[in-house]
């Protein structure tokens, strides 16, 4: 069991949008402050104090310092940045992490509007649902919510905590450099999030885990996941990477790391706390 004060950095890694801007799906009754205009060019933006087009769909998603923001769908073969947006990882290096996490919630929507244009189950074309970030089918009453697909993320450490404990590390097939993270996955459906972090480090490396430990989460707009970390123990086995997901695994002390994620991500949130016990 971890200690108090591991306890407490451990929740510092969950991102509190809470504190950070007001995730509103309606514009304020009578609101007429400044305005910001994130414009979703394909999966990247371009953030502007007005909207190019008004005749573009714009979704309403937040308050940020009494600013209003505004999620606008970009036709095909329109772009307002004349070449200057950038994708979310680019945009997390200019804006401040509220403005990170709202330029994300407006691509997610603007994905998830896309999307469902059309109903269903009846495929009449679908209409705003008042009052919620729903669209509604005006024919058979479908309301259709943005996906939001939950999965973990987990850093797995064995040994006792100090200089010489070690955490399980692994460079996933789709990483575009030679960096090594936490072990991740999907949760399937009946399965609650601990059954999923042990099942998931199961099938990717091989081991058996326990003492599965919430430690924070975070949206993950990719295009529309919800990160969901924890820490878990080493109990046994051997590395045995998953063909096809894991090219390599291994165990590192804190002193001997490979390249790991920066702190964009909640994998690097978990890593550094780790680091800083």
Not at 20 to 25: E, P
Not at 102 to 117: S, Y
Not at 129 to 138: F, I, N, Q, T, Y
Request: hydrophobic share 40%.
């Amino acid at each position: 069991m971890a200690s108090m004060t591991q306890e407490s950095d451990l929740a510092l890694v969950s991102m509190n949008t809470a504190s950070l801007y007001d995730a509103l799906n309606d514009v304020p009754d009578g609101f007429d402050g400044p305005r910001r205009f994130v414009h979703v060019i394909g999966t990247k933006v371009f953030v502007d104090d007005r909207n190019e087009d008004e005749a573009w769909p714009a979704h309403f998603i937040g308050v940020l310092d009494g600013e209003g923001w505004w999620a606008v769908d970009v036709p095909d073969g329109d772009d307002p940045s004349y070449g200057a947006s950038v994708d979310l990882y680019g945009y997390f290096a200019i804006g401040t992490e509220a403005e990170w996490l709202l330029a994300g919630r407006a691509v997610q929507t603007i994905g998830w509007a896309r999307t469902h244009r059309f109903c269903g189950r009846c495929a009449a074309a679908m209409e705003p649902s008042a009052g919620e970030r729903g669209m509604k089918c005006p024919d058979c009453g479908l309301i259709s919510y943005p996906r939001v697909a939950p999965a973990m993320i987990t850093l797995v450490t064995r040994g006792e905590p100090g200089p010489d404990q070690e955490a399980l590390l692994a460079r996933g097939v789709n990483f575009p450099m030679p960096m090594y993270s936490c072990l991740a996955g999907f949760v399937e459906p009946g399965e609650d999030l601990e059954g999923a972090v042990i099942r998931e480090v199961k099938e990717e490396v091989g081991v058996d885990v326990d003492d599965v430990r919430y430690v924070g989460s975070q949206p993950w707009p990719f295009p529309h996941s919800l990160m969901v970390g924890f820490r878990a123990n080493y109990v046994d086995g051997d590395i045995v990477c998953e063909e096809g997901e894991i090219l390599d695994a291994n165990w590192y002390r804190k002193d001997d790391l490979p390249m790991v994620p920066p702190t964009i991500s909640i994998a690097g949130k978990i890593i550094q706390a780790w680091i800083a016990e």
